[in-house]
């Protein structure tokens, strides 16, 4: 397993749209291993593929405290179910390193993916995980957390990412 390099805000490539994955191999294994690695290692509790430059449909997910429950959605997908039920969630981001916003997202939704050997799988996410799913599934579309926020906000942590590198 490998700590991939993790792509920060405003990196142009976390703005690619992620292709479908369609081969369900050892290589497909490999990298999520290394996408679980890579998470830890910075105390994440999701990552998309797209965020270490992979542009696949691969998201990585653990939210349980003691960091054993991994979850890995592939070519995921999202349905609102009932678009009047929101919920406000303090959101940071492995890519902006240091933030945090709040933005309401709908509470009431049904994930689709397939799971590490293809296989169709289908939750209605409760709580965190809500939020964690939409957050890497916008990932996979190019697009992140502070996309939500106002353009001043957002041009503002844009400046200090950069300043600090
Ligand atoms: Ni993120």
Same mark, same amino acid.
């Given at each position: $397993?490998?700590? /991939?390099?993790?792509?920060?805000?405003?990196?142009?490539?976390?703005? +690619?749209?992620?292709?479908?994955?369609? *081969?369900? &191999? #050892?290589?497909?294994?490999?990298? *999520?291993? &290394? $996408?679980?690695? *890579? $998470?830890?290692?910075?105390?994440?509790?999701?990552?998309?593929? *797209? =965020? %270490?430059?992979?542009?696949?449909?691969?998201?990585?997910? &653990?939210?349980?405290?003691?960091?054993?429950?991994?979850?890995?959605?592939?070519?995921?997908?999202?349905? +609102?179910?009932?678009?009047?039920?929101?919920?406000?969630?303090?959101?940071?981001?492995?890519?902006?390193?240091?933030?945090?916003?709040?933005?309401? @997202?709908? !509470?009431? %939704?049904?994930? !689709?993916? =397939? &799971?590490?050997?293809?296989?169709? =799988?289908? +939750?209605?996410?409760?709580?965190?995980?809500?939020?964690?799913? =939409?957050?890497?599934?916008?990932?996979?579309?190019? @697009?992140?957390?502070?996309?939500? +926020? !106002? #353009?001043?906000? /957002?041009? @503002?942590?844009?400046?200090?990412?950069?300043?600090?590198?």
């Amino acid at each position: $397993m490998t700590i /991939r390099k993790i792509l920060k805000f405003p990196d142009q490539d976390l703005r +690619i749209k992620a292709k479908p994955v369609e *081969t369900f &191999d #050892e290589d497909l294994k490999a990298l *999520t291993d &290394d $996408m679980f690695e *890579t $998470m830890h290692s910075v105390n994440g509790i999701g990552l998309a593929a *797209t =965020q %270490i430059g992979v542009a696949k449909q691969v998201a990585v997910i &653990d939210i349980s405290p003691e960091k054993n429950e991994p979850l890995v959605i592939i070519n995921p997908e999202i349905k +609102i179910l009932d678009p009047s039920k929101t919920a406000d969630y303090d959101e940071g981001c492995l890519s902006v390193p240091g933030f945090f916003e709040t933005i309401s @997202r709908p !509470s009431d %939704i049904k994930l !689709s993916y =397939q &799971d590490l050997n293809g296989k169709k =799988q289908e +939750i209605k996410p409760e709580g965190l995980l809500t939020k964690v799913v =939409q957050h890497e599934f916008d990932h996979l579309n190019g @697009r992140l957390f502070v996309d939500h +926020i !106002s #353009e001043l906000k /957002r041009r @503002r942590i844009r400046n200090k990412i950069v300043k600090q590198k």
